[in-house]
């Protein structure tokens, strides 16, 4: 792609959501599925902490430092060309104090190069995200299921399926607004409610398992295209299975090494009959 390309901004994405376009996101874990998804016009990357379990393994997003995000943000951020990149804070980075939300989404701005950070929370989070604002860095809220609470949630569920516990949702999602998040994720609530909150809300929302009502909608690459077969969300779709793919080069180049098929003649590197005859003239003075 050529180095002119422009670089979209989060009022071009405001503007198409505005225009009734469907916007979407999709998280990268490093530079080759970066590019990839710069290149296919989506308008944000996310790095985002699900890189823990999609690249790192661990079990969950837990785990995830702040040094790790920044890694992999970097070998993004190189690739990142046209789309937004958001950067996600991992559990811990804006959990204690403003000053800390402030410094850790500088970081991952400055050193992660990312153009957007990701907090996860809502009412609850909402002064930490308020201070990182006001500093200077658009936030793009996470509400619903919000995986770096897994324990406080009980596991990996469905949220505000009762009425008090949508109502919760709905003051989360203003909260977030009210604190100057450019956009929100809905992870895994019912299409109802993320439909409500897209609708009283002026600041894009982007669905991850929250039905087709929302202004965007977010995958994970891995899931998307079969790169990780740990666990499909029931909210992903796979739209590729490139594991498969991949599975089947890895057992043909096995084959073919056996049979002697790998490397070919077009894959080996030539020394001169001359230079050839004369090595051995070597090797054999040397005996
Ligand atoms: O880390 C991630 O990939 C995310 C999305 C699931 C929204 O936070």
Not at 92 to 100: E, K, M, Q, V
Not at 184 to 189: D, G, H, K, N, T
């Amino acid at each position: 792609m050529a180095d002119d390309v422009k670089k979209l901004t989060i009022f071009d994405v405001q503007e198409k959501v505005a225009a009734g376009e469907k916007v979407f996101q999709v998280t990268a874990t490093d530079y080759p599925t970066a590019l990839l998804v710069d290149r296919s016009g989506i308008e944000f990357i996310l790095i985002g902490d699900s890189l823990g379990m999609t690249a790192l393994g661990y079990p969950s997003t837990v785990p995830v430092t702040m040094d790790e995000m920044l890694y992999h943000a970097k070998a993004i951020s190189r690739a990142a060309k046209r789309s937004i990149l958001v950067g996600d804070l991992p559990l811990g980075a804006y959990h204690a104090s403003t000053s800390d939300a402030v410094s850790n989404a500088m970081r991952m701005v400055k050193e992660g190069g990312a153009d957007v950070v990701k907090m996860e929370g809502g009412e609850d989070v909402a002064p930490m995200i308020e201070a990182v604002v006001r500093a200077g860095i658009p936030v793009m809220g996470h509400m619903g299921l919000t995986p770096q609470l897994i324990s406080k949630l009980g596991g990996f569920r469905v949220q505000g399926k009762s009425a008090a516990a949508g109502a919760q949702l709905i003051r989360d999602a203003d909260a977030l607004e009210r604190a100057g998040c450019f956009a929100v994720v809905l992870e895994a609530i019912p299409d109802r409610v993320a439909a409500l909150i897209t609708e009283r809300l002026e600041i894009p929302t982007i669905g991850i398992g929250a039905g087709p009502h929302c202004d965007g909608q977010n995958l994970v690459l891995h899931d998307l295209v079969g790169l990780f077969d740990r666990f499909l969300p029931k909210f992903a779709k796979r739209y590729a299975n490139v594991g498969e793919t991949i599975d089947a080069a890895l057992r043909e180049f096995q084959q073919e090494v056996r049979d002697g098929a790998f490397p070919a003649a077009e894959h080996s590197f030539v020394m001169d009959d001359a230079e050839y005859e004369a090595l051995l003239r070597e090797l054999g003075d040397g005996d």
